[in-house]
């Protein structure tokens, strides 16, 4: 009797000549009186953490079924139609577009230039006064291993903007000799310039992204005729989304988040976050939420969240695809 309690009290092993005690008892308290509650209390949050999700699911479909229903457009609670057909005249300082791009092999390299000179052409030729217009490409190629790649990438780069630069477009080449903070340092960079306080409108596009020509047309009235206007985010299209099983499951879900969660916050007027390109910034918005900061990967959503914490508006624009 007594060797059967020792044996409910402690089991013990040895195990390659190392004994091994344990006191069953004890962990078994443990289990009851910490790990099991604990482990109910975060099942139980879990489960209203999944409800919350669901419930901010189906409110958002139900907005964007209100939205479809009623055909509540952007220009229903804004001013855009007044000046639709003003913009050249009575606009002040001038809007510019910005790339960012980045490359690391030559294949990339030759890939890239060809995406960035369609690119480059689809800016310049933005329908807007040329004198107004300053198109700023951010070259962020600084990769020392691939060096002769590098240097035949950007000679090509300059010979595209020279071409361009000929033909009247106030086009800046601008390229940094490190790559600190990623993109986020290479947008704060490319703010530093003198000819950007001339701006009262930043227009931010990713290489691969090619706007059509009357984007600044469609898009910046909503900023001009609204002050409490900050972003103007247009959606993205995919050009490539029947290639494979994939791109068309990639396109769906980012579908969703354009059509479902980015539309019913826009028509709230709630807070919903810069995708990073295909988006018109205020200048001033920008300076008062203190600019590009590099100390996180997801600089878009971060400039976001400090400028809807000042209480800055956005708009989302979801027949404006890009």
Not at 190 to 203: E, F, P, T, W
Not at 219 to 246: I, T
Not at 294 to 309: C, K, P, Q, S, W
């Amino acid at each position: 009797m007594e060797g059967a309690l020792k044996m409910q009290l402690k089991l013990e092993a040895s195990v390659n000549g190392v004994r091994i005690s344990i006191d069953t008892t004890w962990t078994r308290e443990l289990r009851s009186f910490l790990i099991v509650p604990l482990f109910k209390c975060l099942v139980a949050l879990c489960l209203i953490i999944s409800l919350l999700v669901f419930i901010e699911g189906i409110y958002m479909n139900l907005v964007v079924l209100y939205v479809k229903l009623f055909k509540r457009k952007p220009e229903k609670s804004t001013n855009r139609s007044r000046c639709r057909r003003t913009l050249s005249s009575d606009m002040k300082p001038t809007p510019w577009s910005l790339f960012k791009f980045q490359c690391t092999t030559k294949k990339r390299y030759i890939y890239m230039y060809s995406v960035l000179q369609l690119s480059i052409g689809a800016a310049c030729r933005l329908i807007w006064p040329l004198e107004r217009l300053i198109v700023q490409v951010l070259d962020d190629s600084t990769n020392q291993t691939i060096k002769k790649y590098r240097t035949e990438f950007q000679g090509l780069v300059n010979t595209e903007c020279a071409k361009w630069e000929s033909q009247g477009v106030n086009i800046k080449c601008e390229r940094r000799d490190n790559r600190n903070g990623y993109k986020a340092g290479a947008l704060k960079q490319g703010m530093k310039h003198n000819y950007v306080k001339l701006c009262s409108y930043v227009v931010i596009f990713d290489t691969d992204f090619q706007p059509e020509p009357d984007y600044l047309q469609r898009s910046v009235p909503f900023l001009v005729h609204n002050p409490e206007v900050a972003l103007v985010q247009a959606r993205w299209r995919f050009m490539n989304s029947n290639k494979c099983l994939m791109t068309r499951m990639q396109e769906m879900s980012l579908n969703y988040h354009f059509m479902a969660e980015i539309e019913s916050g826009s028509t709230r007027h709630a807070f919903f976050s810069f995708n990073g390109t295909a988006g018109v910034w205020r200048m001033d918005a920008m300076e008062e939420a203190g600019g590009w900061h590099d100390r996180t990967t997801v600089e878009d959503m971060d400039l976001a969240v400090r400028a809807g914490l000042l209480g800055w508006k956005f708009v989302f624009l979801n027949d404006l695809t890009m």
